[in-house]
């Protein structure tokens, strides 16, 4: 019997049907975006910070509550964006967010400004409405050190443009912690607003129910006993971890691959124990669960090709062998090697030097574990 029904259910990218123990908060944001929506003039929007640890259920709920607004309400969009995808530029991020929303107001010679202004107009001329999610916004802050920031502009809109009716509705902030590490100025911290949301860290309690609820979405039943959910939450619950459900369904997945390639149809506690002892630190493991598949495949290569040659670097063209070879067997197209490894060493995940490449902070054999299943589902 297999162990899974369906482990995508366990991805970070699948939107679970409910977001339990998460009620009061929703309704609190879904509240302070149609003060948005129903503005008194033609200026006002609401700005809102959504602040909690790492597998919080930050993300979710503002992408939840995104689509609701935008059912419930006519010529309304949400537009999402992940703000640790992109290096501090900001004209990168208003390209993805212009080209997302409003392909005829974007264009590739056209600054940052240039392009947010076009935006305000596209939406006024249109009359089209936007709220925009910008998730981990204290990651862009403190890369940003002291140039400008996406917070700064979108806290400010009604003031460096002119544009009327300004239809940008609502603007969420998504970060861990509400002083941005202190790299915001006064100003900025406060004109992000008063209105912020604090998702504190799940109970154990609360995590058995949220576990229990993915389990049936994902697994097939009776594979997963009571026990090995409490366990999950028991240390998902205590420090360092502090209530992460992205680490949780990241156990229960592995664990649930350890079973089915032992040929067991019953996930057992000593599985989910094997599995934390190779996870990653949560905090990195979290970001390589964010980074986009084609940077994902060719950090995977890197791995793949240290752990076979035990050396500090890896040859570039061996890398882009194995890179090859990896997407020939997942059906990936090959192109996008350079672009990928720019964007992995842009950020620090690796170094280069020359035409070769070594691994930052974590060894070859974790890595190429959790990559492998990160790029499974
Ligand atoms: N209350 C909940 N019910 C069900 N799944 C949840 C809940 N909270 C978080 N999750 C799941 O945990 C994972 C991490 O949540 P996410 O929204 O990415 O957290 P954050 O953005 O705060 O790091 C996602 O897969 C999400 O579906
Ligand atoms: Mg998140």
Redesign the pocket.
Known sequence: MPVFMDRTRL??A???K?????EKEFSLLRKFLEAGVERGDDVFYSRVQVV??????????CLMAGQEMQRKHRNLTHAYVNLRRFTSSKVSIYRYLVKSVAEEAYSVSLSAEELLENLLHFLKNTGQRLIITF?DADYHVSMSRGRETVVYDFTRLHEFSSVRPLNVLGVVF?SRESGYGGYLDRAETSSLGASVLR?EPYTREQLID?LA??VSEAFVRGAVPDNVVEYVADVVSKPPYSGD??LA?DLLLYAGNLAENDGRDVVKVDDVRYALSETISVSRA?EYADLPEKPKAVLLSIAKVLQRRDEQTAELKEIREMFSLFCESHGLSESGFDKALSYLAERGYVEKRGDKVGLVGVDARRLSLLLEQLLKR
């Open positions: 991805s970070p699948h939107l679970p409910r977001l339990l123990h998460r909690g640890p790492v597998g919080a259920g930050k993300t979710t709920l998730d998504v998702l949220i609820d993915r459900v992205r369904l979290a």
